[in-house]
């Protein structure tokens, strides 16, 4: 837990751009290098079903490139065996599971580990034995946290999406999700998981996740690819970097 926490950039909403007008730019892998570049420690990129973003040539880009500089590509999929199957054949430093349906805007929750497990915990020990490091993404609830370690993840990476919201809501269920959050972290790391977290994180939300302590790392995509239109990506990411770091002092203090 004394590690430094780190930050993975996801990319699809580069490509969300690019795909409303059919053009080939902006490219997400001319992203992805550029978020390496500023300090990213790994590349998130999510190829739905509906290939709404991410394409399969991206993710054959985005192999070659993270694998040449040495950081990790987290490729996150459902849980069909088209994704397996791609999954398989690239490789990936990582797999984080995640559900997915059609009508969605984005990733409006986590996976029912509990009710789909024998899917997915055949699916993990393919991935798994694939040398692919497995995730699921999950709601911050200790049922799906005990559900992931015993369908075989190494990793859970938990929701905040329903935090940040309230937060920027000014709900006063925001302290509780907080808490959760904290509590499923607690849980994770009690039975040996990784846990990283994720959803909605922005400038204001940042700092009160990052200071709790299991945490390894943060996924964040659409508020950095949004900040980079006024400030640049580079500085997005840098800023939030350092906002990470200083929740992490503050708590050491």
Known sequence: MGQKLRIGVNIDHVATVRNARGEGYPDPVRAAEMALAAGADGITAHLREDRRHISESDIDSL????????????????????????????????????????????????????RGHTAITAVIARLAGAGIRVSCFIDADLAQVAAAHSAGA??????????????????????????????????????????????????????????????????????????????????????????????????AA
């Open 63 to 114: 192999v070659l490139i993270t694998k040449r500089r040495g950081r990790p590509l987290n490729f996150e999929m459902a849980v069909t065996r088209e994704m397996e199957a791609i999954a398989l054949s690239h490789l990936p430093h990582a797999a984080c599971l995640v559900p997915e349906r059609r009508e969605e805007v984005t990733t409006e929750g986590g996976l029912d580990i509990i």
């Open 154 to 251: 190494q990793v859970v990476e938990l929701h905040t999406g329903a935090y940040c919201q309230a937060v920027r809501e000014r709900s006063p269920d925001a302290e509780r999700l907080l808490e959760n959050l904290k509590a499923a972290a607690r849980e994770a790391h009690r039975l040996g998981l990784e846990i990283h977290a994720g959803h909605g994180i922005d400038y204001e939300t940042v700092k009160p996740v990052a200071a709790i302590p299991e945490l390894m790392e943060l996924n964040i995509g659409h508020f950095l690819i949004g900040e980079a239109i006024f400030i640049g990506l580079g500085p997005a990411i840098q800023r939030m970097r350092w906002l990470m770091d200083e929740a992490r002092a503050t708590r």
